[in-house]
């Protein structure tokens, strides 16, 4: 089991810039994931980090969003630029076990663990 910290939440203005953490207590066999939710509707992917560095993201958030990890503190970032309206959510890092053959394709991010999740809040 993966204890994980999410943090780095708040509150800002449409365009601006955060940047969330997750701490992990161990994550060298695992891919790890970002993953929001916002109230009434169901939990959306939003980028994820394979093992070799790989990403993927979703549609919603490419070319704002930037995942990456640092393997010697055992930490995920998510960098969130020219944030919207639409991203106020409640946002989850997530690590589950991948190999690097398949990297993220396939991942069972439900079995896996999860933070305790940071608020994220973006006004017009």
């Known amino acids: 089991q993966v204890r994980l910290v999410d943090s780095g939440g708040g509150s800002v203005q449409s365009g601006g810039s955060l940047r969330l953490s997750c701490s992990a207590s161990?994550?060298?066999?695992?891919?790890m994931g970002w993953f929001r939710q916002a109230p009434g509707r169901e939990r959306e992917g939003v980028a994820a980090?394979?093992?070799?560095?790989?990403?993927t993201y979703s549609d919603s958030v490419k070319g704002r969003f930037t995942i990456s990890r640092d393997n010697a503190e055992k930490t995920l970032y998510l960098q969130m630029n020219n944030l919207k309206p639409e991203d106020t959510a409640t946002y989850y890092c997530?690590?589950?076990?991948?190999?690097?053959?398949?990297?993220?394709?396939?991942?069972?991010?439900?079995?896996?663990?999860w933070g305790q999740g940071t608020q994220v809040t973006v006004s017009s």
């Open positions: 997530a690590a589950a076990y991948c190999t690097m053959e398949a990297g993220t394709r396939g991942v069972d991010w439900d079995s896996g663990d």
């Open positions: 161990a994550y060298s066999m695992h891919c």
């Open positions: 980090i394979a093992r070799d560095g790989g990403t």
